[in-house]
């Protein structure tokens, strides 16, 4: 019964365990070999570790004033950005440990690298997204045209497009070059939480606090299907997190209540 269930010795299948931070853990990457762990902190903290040394980290990402919300390893394995939510943005290079470029960029949402190139992306509450060249800094700046936060952001495959969704609900494509905006759609009456983009680049879906799932063709700009919209006033079943198969022609879906799609 739910008495037994409370009472039952809880068991850890970890096979590493890392404890170095002193206050909640906001953001944990992981290398593509699987072997080095990056994980970011309350305690204004951000330390690089080997899963299968997790007694001591490998080095410290010092500097941070503010928690640690966002780690992330670019595509090579060669970098590692960690972005605390002051906007304090800062780029290591893995094998050194030394630190090879920052900035601010405002208060944080997001960090994303592009998929092949060294070049990181920043979403902001100001509703601001920003894109930098590393390690050179060269950068550029995308706007919605509005102050709603950028809450999430995700480049597509070809590496020439960014989809941004916003704390308005509104889902925006951007021309990385040109800095464009290739489609703009009210898709949700929600935030929008979480977007992801299918393989062959021509289909985005965007999930948002309504509890809705919207598709965009990035073709036509226009949503050509959703599910699971919510009735007015019924929005507490919030998207949380979403994504394609990369073998299957399928979608997942997760909620912040006990369901799932």
Request: overall charge negative; aromatic content about 8%; glycine content about 12%.
């Amino acid at each position: 019964d739910d008495d037994d269930d409370d009472d039952a010795e809880a068991v850890d299948d970890a096979v590493a365990v890392f404890k170095k931070h002193e206050k909640a853990v906001f953001s944990v990457s992981l290398l593509r070999n699987g072997l080095v762990v990056a994980s970011g902190g309350e305690d204004d903290r951000a330390f690089v570790w080997k899963a299968e040394n997790s007694e001591k980290e490998t080095f410290e990402c010092k500097g941070h004033k503010d928690s640690v919300t966002c780690t992330a390893f670019s595509s090579d394995s060669k970098y590692l950005a960690t972005g605390d939510m002051s906007g304090n943005v800062r780029v290591w290079n893995v094998e050194t440990g030394l630190e090879v470029w920052q900035s601010e960029c405002g208060d944080l949402e997001w960090l994303l690298w592009h998929p092949v190139a060294s070049v990181l992306f920043a979403g902001t509450t100001s509703g601001t997204t920003w894109m930098w060249k590393i390690p050179s800094g060269d950068c550029k700046t995308y706007s919605g045209g509005s102050n709603a936060a950028a809450l999430c952001g995700k480049v597509l495959p070809d590496g020439k497009r960014i989809v941004v969704g916003y704390g308005d609900g509104c889902v925006r494509l951007f021309d990385l070059k040109s800095g464009n905006v290739l489609a703009n759609v009210s898709a949700h009456r929600g935030a929008v939480t979480c977007v992801d983009c299918h393989a062959d680049g021509n289909l985005v879906a965007s999930g948002s606090d309504d509890g809705a799932v919207k598709f965009l063709n990035t073709r036509s700009g226009k949503i050509v299907a959703g599910l699971n919209q919510e009735k007015e006033g019924e929005s507490e079943i919030g998207v949380e997190a979403l994504g394609f198969s990369s073998v299957l022609p399928v979608a997942a879906v997760g909620y912040l209540k006990d369901r799932k799609s």
